[in-house]
T-cell receptor, first 115, second 113 residues
């Protein structure tokens, strides 16, 4: 069974600083990997995904993530954080099951941005 | 892009009553619908997976008789929380997946009093 670990429960960065959110996964085959963002009381918005190909994936809102098979990691990065980026971020790994892509989520990282 | 409309966005109900949550895929056919539950400050936990026209597959520990899932068409899936109790209070969110798209609904905040 697949699993996802997000080691950092909370991260605080200053506006304009760079950001890296860590994600490690466990899955026997080539994984489908996702990063989602969730604002308080809201649903989830897909930031980016990796299925295959280029290991550096560009997403929305200036985010990118790099798939490193040797480290089983899929860390999310942003060169300059904006105050509006404050939210909860979830990494997820997907596996094809029963005709659909079953996602397993990490526990999330709460990002706070200091002005 | 693919859109899943989820209603209601929030609901308050009395203990012992039932609540139905709807997810509609607006511009794609959701052959599979995943239902998740998220308790405060926790991650999303998969409750069940349903394929159109088939019975749902429930994750371990999820009571299928309490959380009734119907996926009778490619554009509509429902989750009914039967005889709700305060411990069922949570954020419920669906995710539709089809050949032309996959996306989350906006979620339903259920509070049982």
């Amino acid at each position: 069974a697949q699993s996802v670990t997000q080691p950092d429960i909370h991260i605080t960065v200053s506006e304009g600083a760079s950001l890296e959110l860590r994600c490690n996964y466990s899955y026997g085959a080539t994984p489908y990997l996702f990063w989602y963002v969730q604002s308080p009381g809201q649903g989830l918005q897909l930031l980016l995904k990796y299925f295959s190909g280029d290991t550096l994936v560009q997403g929305i809102k200036g985010f990118e993530a790099e798939f490193k098979r040797s480290q089983s990691s899929f860390n999310l990065r942003k060169p300059s954080v904006h105050w509006s980026d404050a939210a909860e971020y979830f990494c997820a790994v997907g596996a094809q099951e029963g005709g659909g892509n079953k996602l397993t989520f990490g526990t999330g990282t709460q990002l706070k941005v200091e002005l | 892009g693919a859109v899943v409309s989820q209603h209601p966005s929030w609901v308050i109900c009395k203990s012992g009553t039932s609540v139905k949550i709807e997810c509609r895929s607006l511009d794609f056919q959701a052959t599979t619908m995943f239902w998740y539950r998220q308790f405060p400050k926790q991650s999303l936990m998969l409750m069940a997976t349903s394929n159109e026209g088939s019975k749902a597959t429930y994750e371990q520990g999820v009571e299928k008789d309490k959380f009734l899932i119907n996926h009778a068409s490619l554009t509509l899936s429902t989750l009914t929380v039967t005889s709700a109790h305060p411990e069922d209070s949570s954020f419920y969110i669906c995710r539709g997946e089809g050949r032309n798209g996959y996306t989350f609904g906006s979620g339903t905040r259920l509070t049982v009093v």
